[in-house]
């Protein structure tokens, strides 16, 4: 039993949603009970999906334990089949189901469907999210993949690009950066999986000359098993970086079978000069700590060490999968890794090697916060805020343009609340006064308005419990009901008149 | 005459309305969720979930922000060797109990509770809570209650939690008023002045701000319920010797009224007293609705189940804001509890109980709601669909009961339909 107060993954059957709810004509039947619908809100909210996740729950409560749960997840699956017809489905449970061993495999099986069911067996008490998304995706690629079409003489070299997933870190733009990369390398996208992927495109998977893993957390089992099955080699590198993304081009290249030296060349990144510009001087050495899945911690060390000049203090991930990766980059910034996934540990690490800058999931940010840390978010667990409006990726060259910004404007906020706390008692600045960059805000807040009336004890009292996100709204109202009525004392009576005053 | 009484209604209401029962897919939070609320209330609780990693993210998910503020809540995940063997998981019971303990000595009840592996695994919360009550004494004490899905539905989580309080009352057979679900601090300071005006002093809140505060309860106790999903606590208090006042719930000016006058017969007040007392702040909240009533009335609301405050949230937004009730679904319909709410519900109103979330979706879409009360899951997918939605979850947490509130309550279905109105894009 382990105390937790959060955590960075899920239990794996929101893995397998992530690939479920990513593709196009596949349906998830989970054997589940009621309030395991929750997890559509991860993906209605924080990702704010237009759709519901395409997954059925049997929602059993404790009447139906009692009876036949087997014939519940039964129906359900003819159901769903009946309503959504995909093209193929995976069936599954969810912890609770697990442990009254219904089958659904076997059940869904002996329903004879005229399309693919793939039994996902994640095992709810041992493993975790980014498990059930590498197995769910690896289970369907086997269950769907079809016969090998050789590339016509003349044709460009292909790849497939492995993956990206709904609710992934910064996925949509990292997908779309690296196709054209790899597509203006002279390297055909034959498909890109499971993002937008049907049934259907899996099956042209082996018809790709080789692989791209981009995220290895989701891809690399199911990469495996293509190598092996198909010959298909695979490229391990996620071009997060210039260094990476340089790394990933010539990988491409050589299966490729192109001379990349020219592409390189013309392709860069603003990275490369704002990071040698003299005003970036002052980021050298400053101290960061890196915390996150393995893919994006690994990447973010090598890119603040390489490409900003930072100095590694510290690096870690809750992914167990990938501890032996992240230990061996740890290593060569002579450092040991924290492999954990208890944020309050995280947190002691990060107190005890105070950082000048943590680069983290949103639980470093909060974190960092509260020590009073810049930080800047890096890695999933994703928030809504990790869905940004605009193009974003963390990939390619265009992926380390939005890297500099992210690595070091948190920094120069730093520096600048610095100078700010150091002449903070001049005569000519105001004590009170927000970064030059979050604007005049807080310098306005200083004009104190001119109190008109006096509030008495029970109206103080009772204005102290308004949620505080409304408060300051409600004290200005009332002041200024009180003005206009000009009423001199704000009493109980005021405050509730104010407030039906400009409700009506 | 205004506006709001001059609504007629038929004379028999909701009461002996047919009801769709529906038992397919329920799109539902389990009442694990109500720890959200239930923790910000009682300020010296600590609420230990015995289950799964689901329940964790399902509670980090559903509590948002509020996770980053060394919360008063956390899992004890059961992992792969509790469930080898359950000596075993009761030993690692206590040990996560101790080092919890050790690090927030500032708790003064802790509730032990069931998730849905654990009610399947039997594993026996309500021993363990008596074997942790022993070791920890007068400091602490240990409660259980089960906020499973398998046995809860979102607010009945609530119900649970108050229903394991109700044996540790004190014992009073003195004449007293308890008021029952959790209400904001400002909703509870509203009631008791309003009741100290009307001359009812001796009132307590269940659940309380602090567990030192627990109110007393015996034969002179009478108690109002403030929420609508209480059916078990009201059973335990009955127990105890409480007799509930039958009323509508206090949400929007209407029942809000019902509900102070039905314990001011109950403890012999006079109208006079009723009416001095309670006109003003009536009236004053019915013109604080009329900005919202230009918003809603005419507009045609849908509810999917969630928090069971459908019925009476139907009922004040067709009765005092005019809108037109499509289907008022509910996850439980308790019938007893509800007779008052369902009485006041324009006739004709059709009513589900339960769910099938795909069969109510085709319902809705056939309806053309102007409004749909949903859960987080379904409403971006809605409106996305074209639908403007109100998302239910908001409905119990924000203090909405009480007159000065009524508004408020009103303004939550009336901006997304302004926002609709607003955007040009």
């Not at chain 1, 159901?79 to 093209?87: G, I, S």
């Not at chain 1, 054209?180 to 390297?187: D, S």
């Not at chain 1, 510009?277 to 915390?291: A, M, P, Q, R």
Request: charged share 25%; aromatic share 8%.
């Amino acid at each position: 039993m382990q105390l937790s107060l959060w955590t960075y993954e899920g239990p794996p059957h929101i893995g397998a949603m992530r690939v479920a709810t990513a593709m196009k004509g596949v349906h998830y039947v989970l054997h589940a009970p009621q309030g395991d619908t929750y997890a559509d809100l991860l993906f209605t909210m924080i990702e704010r999906r237009d759709e519901r996740p395409p997954v059925t729950y049997t929602t059993f409560q404790a009447r139906d334990l009692g009876g036949d749960t087997a014939t519940l997840f039964k129906k359900a699956v003819a159901d769903a089949y009946e309503r959504f017809k995909p093209q193929a489905m995976l069936v599954g449970a969810s912890c609770t189901a697990e442990l009254i061993q219904d089958d659904p495999g076997g059940l869904a099986l002996a329903l004879d469907l005229p399309i693919p069911v793939v039994p996902l067996e994640l095992p709810a008490y041992q493993r975790k999210e980014n498990y059930g998304a590498s197995e769910t995706f690896y289970r369907l690629v086997r269950a769907c993949v079809g016969p090998r079409v050789e590339r016509a003489a003349g044709a460009k070299p292909s790849c497939n690009i492995l993956g990206p997933t709904a609710l992934g870190f910064r996925h949509r733009d990292d997908v779309a950066e690296v196709t054209r990369l790899v597509e203006k390398l002279g390297v055909r996208v034959n498909v890109v999986a499971p993002l937008g992927a049907t049934p259907a495109d899996l099956a042209r998977l082996p018809d790709a000359d080789f692989n791209i893993v981009l995220y290895a957390e989701t891809a690399l089992a199911a990469a495996l098993w293509l190598e092996k099955t198909f010959g298909q080699k695979f490229v391990n590198v996620a071009p997060i970086g210039v260094g990476a993304t340089r790394d990933f081009v010539k990988t491409v290249a050589e299966l490729a079978g192109i001379d990349a030296t020219d592409f390189l060349r013309a392709e860069t990144s603003r990275l490369v000069w704002y990071s040698r510009s003299i005003d970036s001087t002052y980021l050298t050495g400053k101290t960061v700590f890196v915390f996150g899945d393995a893919t994006h911690a690994v990447a973010l060390a090598r890119v603040a060490a390489e490409e900003l000049g930072y100095k590694v203090v510290g690096l870690g991930t809750y992914a167990r999968e990938f501890a032996r990766e992240v230990r061996a980059a740890a290593k060569g910034y002579g450092i040991e890794a924290l492999i954990c996934d208890d944020y309050l540990d995280v947190e002691a690490a990060i107190k005890a090697a105070a950082p000048a800058l943590v680069l983290g999931t949103q639980m470093e940010r909060h974190i960092a916060k509260r020590l009073g840390i810049p930080c800047a978010v890096i890695s999933a667990p994703v928030h809504v805020q990790d869905f940004p409006a605009r193009y974003s990726p963390f990939m390619g060259f265009e992926g380390a343009n939005v890297l500099f910004d992210t690595l070091t404007h948190p920094l120069m906020m730093g520096l600048e609340e610095h100078l700010l706390g150091m002449f903070r008692e001049d005569f000519e600045f105001s004590g009170d006064a927000a970064a030059s960059h979050l604007g005049h805000a807080a310098a306005v807040v200083l004009e104190a308005e001119p109190v008109t009336a006096v509030w008495d004890e029970a109206a103080e009292k009772e204005l102290k419990k308004i949620p505080f996100f409304v408060r300051g709204k409600a004290r200005r109202n009332t002041e200024m009901f009180a003005a206009e009525q000009k009423i001199g004392v704000i009493s109980l009576k005021t405050l509730y008149d104010a407030k039906a005053h400009f409700a009506s | 005459m205004n506006e709001i009484s001059a609504i007629t209604v038929e004379p028999a209401g909701c009461s002996d309305a047919p009801v769709l029962k529906e038992r397919g897919q329920r799109e539902v939070f389990c009442g694990l969720t109500g720890i959200v609320w239930l923790h910000r209330r009682i300020q010296d609780a600590f609420f230990l979930v015995v289950g799964s990693r689901t329940c964790a993210h399902l509670l980090q998910s559903a509590a948002g922000v509020m996770i980053f503020a060394e919360p008063r809540f956390a899992t004890a995940i059961i992992d792969e060797r509790d469930l080898a063997g359950l000596a075993d998981a009761n030993d690692e019971l206590d040990r996560v109990v101790t080092r919890l303990v050790e690090r927030r000595p500032e708790i003064k009840l802790l509730f032990l509770v069931g998730s849905c592996p654990s009610e399947v695994i039997k594993l026996d919360l309500s021993r363990a809570a008596l074997r942790l009550g022993r070791k920890f004494g007068a400091d602490l004490r240990v409660l259980s209650y089960s906020g499973s899905g398998i046995e809860t539905t979102f607010t009945e989580g609530e119900d649970a939690c108050l229903a394991s309080l109700v044996p540790v009352l004190p014992a009073s057979d003195a004449a007293q008023l308890m008021v029952v679900g959790t209400v904001a601090e400002i909703v509870e300071d509203q009631f008791r002045r309003y009741f100290s005006e009307l001359g009812i002093h001796d009132v307590g809140f269940l659940p309380p701000r602090r567990a030192g505060e627990l109110p007393a309860v015996g034969k002179g106790t009478f108690f109002l319920l403030a929420q609508p999903f209480l059916a078990n606590t009201a059973l335990e208090l009955e127990r105890r010797g409480a007799e509930r006042i039958a009323a509508p719930f206090p949400l929007g000016v209407e029942g809000t009224l019902a509900w102070f006058e039905a314990a001011a017969q109950k403890f012999g007040i006079s109208q006079a007293r009723c009416r001095a007392v309670l006109d003003a702040p009536a009236e004053r909240a019915r013109q604080a609705l009329a900005r919202c009533r230009i918003t809603l009335a005419g507009r045609k609301v849908f509810f999917f189940p969630d928090s069971q405050l459908e019925i009476p949230m139907a009922r004040f937004l067709a009765r005092e804001l005019g809108m037109t009730l499509s289907e008022v679904g509910t996850p439980f319909l308790h019938r007893e509890h509800l007779a008052e709410e369902l009485a006041l519900l324009p006739r004709g109103t059709f009513l589900s109980e339960g769910q099938d979330v795909e069969r109510q979706l085709d319902r809705c879409d056939e309806e053309k709601p102007d409004l749909v009360v949903c859960g987080m899951g379904l409403a971006n997918p809605l409106e996305a669909r074209g639908f403007t939605t109100k998302w239910s979850i908001e409905l119990v947490f924000t203090p909405v009961q009480g007159f000065e509130q009524a508004a408020d309550l009103a303004e939550l279905f009336a901006r997304p339909l302004r926002r609709r109105a607003l955007l040009k894009v």
